[in-house]
């Protein structure tokens, strides 16, 4: 097996981890968000730390999630253009719109870190912890979605050109 190989094969072992803490996490918020209405509207109990909880749960799955669409091209985008382009610029087009959401990544992961260092030291009025832990997601999230980004550029840059094909054309009469 090649060095390639190996990278490979580790790199799949550690995006199947990063995607499973990303769908527990998400069952997690499911969960908990059912039984806090159940047990809000049912029984007229209500945990302020349970519903910050839920808060921070919430946003950690919106942030812990960036990476994984990167990498699985889940994103939003707008492919009017790029699908009317050749397959050979269409590498060099998804490169560059890559260096610029690398660009926006690192900028939010430097305010993350900067907001962390002026509101982290608050304590939560729910869960009664410094607000670090809550804030901390958004820095490190974009660290992670920084280096799925980094990931994602290199296998643009190594893929085949076959890669580029059309994918989102309109069907003819004849493909009815």
């Known amino acids: 097996m090649s060095t390639i190989e190996k990278l490979k094969k580790i790199g799949k072992k550690l995006f199947d981890i ?16 059912i039984f806090t209405v159940i047990a809000r509207y049912c029984f007229s109990l209500s945990w302020k730390q ?16 960036m990476g994984i669409n990167v990498i ?12 009317g382009v ?3 610029r269409k590498r060099w087009l998804a490169i560059v719109n890559y260096l610029i959401v690398l660009a926006v990544v690192l900028v939010f992961t430097y305010q993350g870190f900067k ?9 939560s009025q729910g ?8 804030y901390g997601i958004m820095p490190v999230c974009g660290i ?3 280096i799925c980004v980094v990931i994602k550029i290199i296998t643009l840059y190594k893929a085949d050109i076959s890669y580029f094909a059309p994918k989102n054309q309109a069907l003819s009469r004849d493909d009815a």
């Open 18 to 33: 990063y995607f499973t803490i990303g769908v527990i996490a998400m069952a997690l918020l499911a969960a908990l968000v």
């Open 50 to 65: 349970l519903a910050e909880f839920n808060t921070t749960l919430f946003a950690f799955t919106t942030f812990w999630g």
């Open 72 to 83: 699985k091209d889940e994103h939003v985008m707008i492919d009017i253009l790029y699908d």
């Open 86 to 88: 050749k397959p050979a």
């Open 115 to 123: 907001y962390v260092g002026v509101a982290g030291k608050q304590i």
């Open 127 to 134: 869960m009664e912890i410094p607000m670090m832990y809550m």
């Open 144 to 146: 992670i979605c920084a």
